[in-house]
Nanobody, 128 residues
Framework: QVQLVASGGGPVQAGGSLRLSCAAS????????MGWFRRAPGKEREFVAA????????FYADSVKGRFTISRSVAENTVYLQMNSLKPEDTAVYSC?????????????????????WGQGTQVTVSS
């Protein structure tokens, strides 16, 4: 049974930082491409960041470039999202996702349909 358990969310003031973690189990982590998505109240789910399993190339939404960093640890079966310079508009539920053989292009790796497994999400609330 595949599980993706996200943690690290919480309340933070604008300009602050948080580090999200997503621990994976029940799959061979090194063979999966990993992504972070978020959903704000009343809005559609949107792509945040992804990291390719093959090239370790990283992809980011324009709204988070230069502020967020995605990384992965095969030894820990975990993908991370370091979020700096947080803004109120970053408030959302952040979920991690895992997919196999995702073409490492922004359009494909940034599409939710490319991912097979999803975690439950962790709430991030940024106050001004």
């Amino acid at each position: 049974q595949v599980q993706l358990v996200a943690s690290g969310g919480g309340p933070v003031q604008a300009g602050g930082s948080l580090r999200l973690s997503c621990a994976a189990s029940g799959l061979t982590f090194s063979t999966y491409d990993m992504g972070w998505f978020r959903r704000a109240p009343g809005k559609e789910r949107e792509f945040v960041a992804a990291i390719s399993r093959t090239t370790l190339a990283r992809f980011y939404a324009d709204s988070v470039k230069g502020r967020f960093t995605i990384s992965r640890s095969v030894a820990e079966n975990t993908v991370y999202l370091q979020m700096n310079s947080l803004k109120p508009e970053d408030t959302a539920v952040y979920s991690c996702a895992a997919g196999l053989d995702i073409l490492p292009t922004p359009e494909i790796i940034g599409a939710p349909v490319s991912y097979r497994y999803w975690g439950q999400g962790t709430q991030v609330t940024v106050s001004s």
